[in-house]
């Protein structure tokens, strides 16, 4: 349950004159790193059985290739989605790629994926509804797609932060379920290693 309401109170705060400032302040420390690495633990909310699914692994963001997951509890997999891709990887390693090819809903939906997890121009009130409180140091933004094909799949996105750090991002569906990621253990650099690159390329 905390899983599902965890800072849901932000969209009774509508970006204003007051922390638009504030949030520019954010959007660039988001962006501010090449790279962004650490753990993760995954809690999918199932409404309709009120049930949280719970999963963990490490992950990399990578702000000029994309975001990388790799699953290691409960089961091993991993997951590379890109603007031109989503690679999935089976615990056999078999990759399985899904193109985007001519698809606008994949490569938008993509930016705004890409743009939740790690801020930059995209993040903006061009693409979103935006709610915000708190402090540059320690805040949380509610986001709202404008785009009616990627609010049938991502109905709303809660951020939190503190200290700088991207705390958790919490996806909000349609259907009532929801997916939370906490990150741990955040580390950032200046480029990927060999062995990084080669997780964004198909």
């Excluded at 909310?45 to 975001?67: H, P, Q, T």
């Excluded at 603007?83 to 809903?105: E, F, H, M």
């Excluded at 955040?186 to 060999?194: G, K, W």
Aim: aromatic content about 8%; cysteine-free.
């Amino acid at each position: 349950a905390q899983a599902a309401a965890s800072g849901a109170g932000v969209f009774e705060h509508p970006l204003d004159a007051a922390t638009e400032s504030v949030f520019a302040e954010v959007r660039a420390s988001l962006s501010a790193h090449a790279v962004q690495k650490g753990a993760f633990t995954q809690t999918k909310r199932i409404a309709r059985l009120k049930r949280d699914l719970v999963s963990s692994g490490s992950y990399v963001i990578a702000r000029e290739e994309g975001i990388f997951w790799r699953t290691e509890k409960p089961y091993p997999s991993a997951m590379t989605v890109t603007r031109r891709a989503v690679i999935q990887t089976a615990a056999s390693g078999k990759k399985t790629v899904l193109q985007a090819g001519s698809n606008a809903t994949f490569e938008s939906f993509s930016a705004v994926i890409s743009s939740v997890f790690q801020g930059g121009d995209a993040l903006s009130a061009d693409n979103f509804d935006i709610s915000f409180e708190g402090t540059a140091a320690r805040w949380t933004a509610g986001l709202v797609p404008k785009d009616s094909a990627i609010r049938a799949v991502a109905s709303r996105f809660v951020l939190e932060s503190a200290d700088g750090a991207l705390l958790a991002v919490t996806m909000h569906e349609p259907s009532g379920d929801s997916v939370r990621y906490d990150f741990s253990a955040t580390e950032y650099a200046d480029a990927l290693t060999p062995a990084e690159q080669a997780l964004f390329r198909e």
